[in-house]
């Protein structure tokens, strides 16, 4: 370590499922006991400073050195607000700090840090993985934001530094801690675009895939809402006219068959309930067919016409013979009966 580093003790915030990055802004809640210590060590300074660290395993609640990333940033309170036995307050990224120790872990975590500057390298490569980021992010954003794009030529020129608009995407795509602290840990502005790079590649795929099946879903949607409304229309249409629909005629015909035809009473009172509920039946139900094929079953079946029985059997034995060739085992059985 160089003799003109400097080093500060600061009070240590571990926070869960994201990481801040310099430049930004990030609100905070803030009910661990130790935690809500930390915090309150900070206040008491004048420079209200602290380090936000991520944990590296969310559930853990008691931390010790090896539980935290060596790699953090140098946060300020902008503004707090107490609530219950919660602090709430947005925290300023400063800078990166490394830990270089951790000094205490009760009643509150307090490490000993120095500054990690970012890096300042350049040349094409960097430029043109830059530009590859920056279209890939225009993608992605129109796809996310249809109505209000975000202009993001206006972001990057307004960014005092490459990896501020870095930064700001990285915390924009819902990435694992694993990635946003790599993102942090980037040695190289080189390495920062490559991963950024990386993360979007993978996030556009996952993106288009989104709107393509949201189009079809879409597109589907439409054509059976055209075609309600056109059926709608039509039977408007229908009514003004005084005609039926095909489907009410054919419930009327069928009715009308039932009538006239000559079967049993229970069956009448049966085909009766199915014709109701044929009425009530969309046309374009699986149901509409199937019970308008047992309705005409009911009224094709001859139900009251009777044959003479012919107990002939020489003449029922020449008739198979003459229709079915061998099959005698078959035969035999028949005549039996």
């Known amino acids: 370590m160089p003799e003109n580093e400097t080093l500060q003790t600061l009070p240590v915030l571990p926070i869960k499922n994201t990481v801040l990055f310099p430049y930004l802004f990030l609100p905070l809640s803030v009910g661990r006991p130790s935690s809500v210590a930390a915090i309150e060590s900070a206040l008491a300074t004048e420079e209200k400073s602290f380090v936000v660290i991520a944990q590296r395993n969310e559930v853990q609640e008691k931390l010790t050195e090896t539980d935290i990333y060596t790699i953090g940033t140098k946060a300020i309170a902008k503004k707090m607000a107490r609530r219950d036995n919660q602090v709430e307050l947005i925290a300023q990224g400063i800078e990166r700090v490394v830990v270089v120790r951790v000094e205490q872990t009760e ?81 190289t502005r080189l390495e920062a675009f490559r991963l950024l790079h990386g993360y979007l590649t993978h996030e556009l795929q996952v993106l288009e895939l989104r709107h393509q099946i949201a189009s079809q879903a879409q597109s589907e949607m439409s054509k059976e809402q055209r075609e309600y409304m056109l059926r709608q229309q039509m039977r408007a249409i229908q009514q003004e006219l005084g005609e039926q629909s095909p489907e009410k005629a054919e419930v009327e015909l069928l009715r009308q068959r039932l009538q006239e035809a000559d079967i049993p009473d229970e069956v009448r009172k049966e085909a009766q309930r199915e014709l109701a509920r044929l009425e009530r039946t969309p046309a374009a139900a699986p149901d509409y067919q199937l019970t308008r094929t047992y309705l005409e079953l009911v009224l094709e079946f001859p139900w009251r016409k009777q044959t003479e029985d012919v107990l002939d059997l020489a003449r029922a034995r020449q008739v198979l013979d003459e229709d079915h060739y061998d099959l005698e085992e078959v035969k035999e059985r028949i005549l039996e009966h």
């Open 107 to 187: 009643p509150f975590m307090k490490a000993v840090v120095r500054s990690l500057p970012l890096p300042d390298d350049s040349g094409p490569e960097v430029e043109a993985l830059m530009r590859a980021v920056l279209d890939q992010a225009t993608r992605a954003l129109e796809l996310t934001h249809p109505e209000s794009p975000i202009n993001m030529q206006q972001l990057v020129a307004e960014a005092a530094n490459p990896l501020q608009w870095a930064y700001l995407l990285g915390s924009m795509m819902s990435l694992s801690v694993p990635k946003e602290q790599a993102l942090l840990e980037a040695p």
